[in-house]
């Protein structure tokens, strides 16, 4: 874009960094240019197409300019501007920047102030499946994902999506806090006894696997207002245990403590955690001794 040819009315605001600047940033000409049009704009408050134009140029030069994005926004809902383009340009910018906040929030506003409806929200739970398949632990995409769903209260699927999301990677504690909202967010019955037969089976895959085992001992403390709805949960647990045993789970162990009424075997496990987990030998033996 030739910006002085498309402003030809706006007279470019340089930088003011002082008559003195200690350390001046060297900016590129191009960067130079397009900012010093941009703090022209803000004090216009023009909203217009040449001035959504000028906000892409900055937010492609830098993605964090959260000032870029909100005077953006401004311009979409001014101009009553389609949308679908606009995600398809914020897409694009956030596939090198993964982790860039103002590009989800900036997501989130056009969610939530100027789209609707569950064929927006399902459109974007497919990008952010696609961004949790590059990087399966992205903080901000797995709470663009709980917001999308708990706003416009498109649930149904979300278990199963999850069960594969964890199905990949066992280990990926995002993926099992997400199974938790699902599960106990959407409200109504939840079948915990369907739940700890899912955990245990998980738990006896990969004995070495916190993130199963924290999740069981979520669902037991849960369990303690209403222990009939978990038949046979005690052989179960048994059982998995005594798959565990091969493995020396510390995991399965430390369960052992947490949760079997047995003192003695919770001390003689105390007893084995002491020798096996030594970075936390203090910490067994604080437990030993409260037993």
């Not at 900012?35 to 704009?41: H, K, Q």
């Not at 000032?67 to 995600?87: I, V």
Request: glycine fraction near 6%; include cysteine.
């Amino acid at each position: 874009m030739d910006l002085p040819t498309v402003f030809p009315d706006l007279t470019p605001t340089p930088q003011d960094d002082g008559p003195s600047p200690i350390c001046a940033i060297q900016y590129s000409p191009n960067f130079t240019e397009i900012m010093s049009y941009f703090r022209t704009l803000l004090k216009t408050q023009e909203l217009s197409s040449r001035a959504l134009q000028l906000t892409a140029l900055v937010v492609e030069e830098n993605a964090a300019n959260y000032t870029a994005w909100w005077y953006r926004r401004k311009c979409l809902k001014s101009l009553n501007s389609d949308l679908g383009p606009e995600l398809i340009f914020t897409s694009e910018i956030g596939g090198s920047n993964p982790k860039n906040y103002q590009i989800w929030y900036h997501r989130r506003a056009l969610l939530s102030d100027l789209l609707g409806g569950k064929d927006d929200a399902k459109y974007e739970l497919k990008y952010v499946d696609a961004v949790l398949r590059d990087d399966c632990k992205n903080y901000h995409a797995w709470s663009h994902r709980q917001y999308i769903v708990r706003s416009f209260g498109v649930w149904e699927g979300e278990k199963e999506w999850v069960e594969g999301v964890v199905g990949r990677d066992g280990r990926n504690n995002s993926g099992w806090s997400y199974r938790w909202f699902v599960v106990f967010g959407e409200g109504g019955e939840v079948d915990l006894k369907s739940e700890v037969t899912y955990t245990l089976n998980q738990c006896t895959l990969d004995p070495h696997n916190e993130s199963p085992f924290k999740y069981l001992t979520g669902l037991l403390k849960l369990s303690s207002a209403s222990p009939d709805k978990f038949l046979n949960v005690e052989g179960r647990m048994e059982e998995c245990l005594e798959k565990c045993k091969g493995w020396d789970s510390v995991h399965a162990k430390c369960f052992v403590v947490d949760f079997d009424e047995d003192e003695e075997v919770k001390k003689r496990v105390c007893r084995e955690l002491m020798e096996e987990d030594k970075v936390r030998r203090k910490y067994w033996e604080g437990r030993l001794a409260k037993i």
